[in-house]
């Protein structure tokens, strides 16, 4: 297997990748920045009596945070639709109708601006759905080819504000929407900068309704964004991008990535119990989000790795959910197997999720980082002992997890620190099958 990243392969003209470049989303973070939502969307360029959607799903409607947006933005003088259809890891078809839901509406030109609020995937149908309606077209069209047209997108939108309401998927920045295949059990990102949103406002008010569950689940995603992003390896030993559109989104770590990354582990893992064990601790939930912020930024300027690579065609069988899944894959993939690539790198991340290493070896100490980041989610209480836990799973489904790994998750694994073939796999899968009794 080639990962086509190495600058020591022989056979190449090569040079290794000196630069690295951040697009990033305006972003306002902070208790009641909720209330600077009109003033973001009139900074973005959208006026008053202009009228917009809220694309979000019925929970959120339910527990009122939706009024609550829809609130400001009257008083802001704009006129607002709500569309709540979001589905839980939504499938294309779900874009689609909340695409065929603003043509019928606001027809073909679409709203004037775009609120998503909610979880990961209502900020992936929002961002799906205004990109797509100025585009024209429906979501397979720009979904990469075999699955879709593999159209680029060329046009970004009206204005779209994102609301997270949910401290982990790193959304809210990120230019890619990941959607279901129904028909083949799969998932599709469509990646592009056309598809980041202009602003992300992050208001830890709008997460203290999240049950101990998702806040567990999301906090874990959150924490593999941060962890895989300080161990990926270094943007500069990528090959040198022939010209600057074709330098890939997912890098390899900088400077920037691992100052993010270690503010956002110690943001995480110290607050995540407090967040989990008492919803309302608004300072906890802050700095969740700041730290899932912050995760976001340095997992999605570096990559995502193995872990994440091996959580996709587990989502895709078993329809877990994409944190839970993170969190029974971390012990055995970033902080088991990764960990020969650079010990001295996990000693630091041990340290940084709360190990004591002194006294150990620099392998010892490494692996401390595994131990203790599973005691971490077993003070949690919500999640499951690991994969075996998680899934109904045997042999045959683990190699065809493995399989499905090295066959379609070649964009993240290339970003791994140490390579691996299908028989890694198998055995990473293996070892995440129970993390604690
Ligand atoms: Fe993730």
Redesign the pocket.
């Known amino acids: 297997m080639s990962y086509d990243r190495s600058v020591s392969a022989p056979e190449r003209e090569l040079s290794p990748e000196t630069v690295w470049h951040i697009q990033m989303p305006e972003i306002r973070f902070g208790r009641d920045s909720i209330e600077e939502l009109g003033y973001q969307l009139r900074d973005s360029g959208v006026d008053r009596g202009a009228e917009g959607l809220i694309v979000t799903d019925e929970t959120l409607v339910e527990i009122g945070h939706v009024s609550r947006v829809s609130d400001e933005l009257e008083a802001a003088g704009l006129a607002v639709d709500v569309w709540d259809g979001t589905e839980r890891e939504p499938s294309i078809a779900n874009v689609d109708a909340c695409i065929e839901f603003v043509r019928d509406r606001a027809g073909d030109d679409g709203y004037e601006f775009y609120i998503g609020l909610g979880g990961g995937s209502c900020m992936d149908v929002a961002k799906g759905t205004r990109t797509i309606v100025a585009n024209g077209g429906e979501v397979l069209d720009y979904v990469a080819e075999p699955t879709g047209e593999g159209k680029p997108l060329t046009e970004r939108g009206a204005p779209l504000v994102l609301l997270p309401t949910t401290a982990g998927?790193g959304s809210e920045i990120s230019p890619v929407g990941i959607y279901s295949v129904e028909e083949k059990n799969i998932k599709e990102g469509i990646s592009s900068n056309h598809i980041r949103a202009d602003a992300a406002i992050l208001d830890p008010t709008l997460t203290t309704t999240l049950p101990p569950e998702i806040t567990a689940k999301t906090a874990m995603?959150a924490l593999?964004?941060a962890i895989e992003g300080y161990t990926t390896h270094p943007h500069t030993s990528l090959l040198r991008a022939s010209n600057p559109a074709s330098r890939p989104v997912y890098a390899g770590r900088t400077a920037l990535t691992e100052m993010f990354s270690e503010k956002a582990i110690e943001l995480l893992s110290g607050n995540v119990r407090r967040a989990v064990h008492n919803g309302d601790d608004l300072e906890a939930r802050g700095n969740m989000l700041q730290g899932a912020l912050f995760g976001a930024i340095a997992g999605l300027t570096a990559g995502?790795s193995l872990c994440?690579a091996m959580a996709y065609p587990v989502g895709n069988r078993y329809h877990t959910y994409?944190g839970e899944t993170?969190a029974v894959l971390t012990p055995a993939s970033t902080l088991g197997y990764n960990v020969a690539s650079e010990p001295e790198r996990f000693v630091r991340v041990a340290e940084m999720l709360g190990a004591d290493t002194s006294g150990h070896s620099t392998r010892e100490a490494a692996d401390l980082a595994r131990e203790e980041y599973v005691r971490l989610q077993r003070d949690l209480n919500v999640l499951p002992s690991g994969l075996a836990e998680l899934v109904d799973i045997d042999e045959e489904a683990i190699d065809w997890l493995a399989q499905q790994t090295v066959d379609t998750q070649q964009r993240l694994l290339r970003c791994n620190p140490r390579p691996v073939t299908k028989a890694d796999v198998v055995g990473i899968f293996e070892d995440a099958l129970f993390n604690w009794e």
């Open positions: 998927t995603d593999g964004h995502a994440h994409h993170i």
